[in-house]
């Protein structure tokens, strides 16, 4: 398969670019979109369906639904409406042959939408129980045949939603033992928040009665989700929100917050008792705050806090044991930072898996923000040449990283391939009518909200 790493990156205009880099021993450089007019405009959520990638292209205030054709890098604009001005297209996902995502509609309300890839073919979803500013769906992954997010309802509740894909077939998935009442730091409800699917079952952040971030797991039925009582958490609650969750030798890794606050690295099996962190040497004070999880050639990586307080590349075989940092060259003064930007943002993938190496954003012994790839070794992680990179002191800025074919298709995992999901009947959801729907395989990956998709990211169910 002829792959392609696309990202983002500042160029030598300071303006944002679309950059590709095709092999190991070339250079990335600066991707011209054919029939895109927009220099330094946003390119934002690429996403293969139908055989083109199809993304959120613009400037502020002014984006719409744009489709690149791969290999000819031709671009053409998918929506254009008048009343319509900035549909802001979020949280792209290919499912049952269309294309789901959170745009803005006329009104200025944010709602589900759907499109075949055409103009005319791409609409709202008038779900009935949504919020009357808009459903506001976000984290929106494919899990057992439905489409699975976070929504608000007509109270402005934050719950949890699923979908067949029509408006009729979309309404809440009652979650047991939440009060519509309970308030969290961003909003009433559930506030689902990380949604991931892994090990064949529905992870995410959600907040219970009591007012904690606990970590939540589902079998995609009311009857079926339910918080993990899980011991030696924070009294705020385990917190899995500080980076994404990722599936590793039959257990999920992630972030959470331990007794004494401090966040650490830790797994689970799906239940509480399996649900355990993992006590790393030369974590920082305050944990090794592990972010990117990503899994490559048979190990997990992350950026992680070393006991200097300095954020390195780090390696682990899914034990404490088999933890440890990287020592690497050329790296910045408070470390090689191998984390996005904004490191709440778990939609900007800043480290994925490309043709036997490791990529993602690091900073250099300069301070500036390059491309880096790595075999997995400290004296093979080196930076990536990147001619038309910007001379300014944040230098190139690398993010949203993506792995494509050259045919506008999703790259396969780095790690065994799709999980299975099972096929979830429709009675035992409690509000979604009697149907019968068929199983799909999960197609794409990703990370959620902005980022560019990819299957190379050992998160494969998670869409953006």
Known sequence: MDQSLLFLGTSPTDDNQLFETTSLIGSATELSLTGYPLDGAAVTGLTAFNGKLYFNGGTQGSTQLWALAKPSGTASQVTASASVPDLEARNLI???????????????????????????????LAVAGANSSGLTPDDIVSYGGRLYFSGLDATGVSRLWVSDGTAIGTSVLPV??????????????????????????????????????GLWVSDGTSGGTSELAVTGTAATGINPTTSNLVAFKGLTYFAGADASGSVGLWSTDGTAQGTTELAIANSGPNGVAPVSLTVFDGSLY????????????????????????????????????????????????????????????????????????????????VQVSVPDSSTGTLGLLPSDLAVVDLTGTVATSSEGGVPATPTIAASSLGTVAAATFAPVTLGVAARHHRRLCSLSSPDPARIC
């Open 94 to 124: 290919a499912f049952d042959g269309k294309l789901y995502f959170s745009g803005q509609d006329a009104s200025g309300n944010v709602d589900l939408h759907v499109s075949d890839g055409t103009a005319a073919g791409t609409n709202p």
């Open 176 to 213: 047991f033992g939440i009060d519509s009442t309970n308030l969290s730091l961003d909003g009433p409800g559930l506030n689902p928040m990380n949604i991931t699917v892994a090990n064949g079952k529905l992870l995410f952040a959600g907040t219970d009665i009591t007012g904690r971030t």
């Open 302 to 381: 992350f950026g992680g806090i070393d006991s200097d307080g300095q954020t390195g590349l780090w390696k682990s075989d899914g034990t404490a044991g088999g933890t440890s940092e990287l020592s690497v060259a050329g790296a910045g003064p408070g470390g090689l930072s191998p984390i996005a930007l904004d490191a709440s943002d778990h939609s900007n993938v800043s480290m994925t898996v490309f043709d036997g190496s490791l990529y993602f954003s690091g900073v250099n012994a300069a301070g500036a923000y390059s491309l880096w790839r790595s075999d997995g070794t400290a004296s093979g992680t």
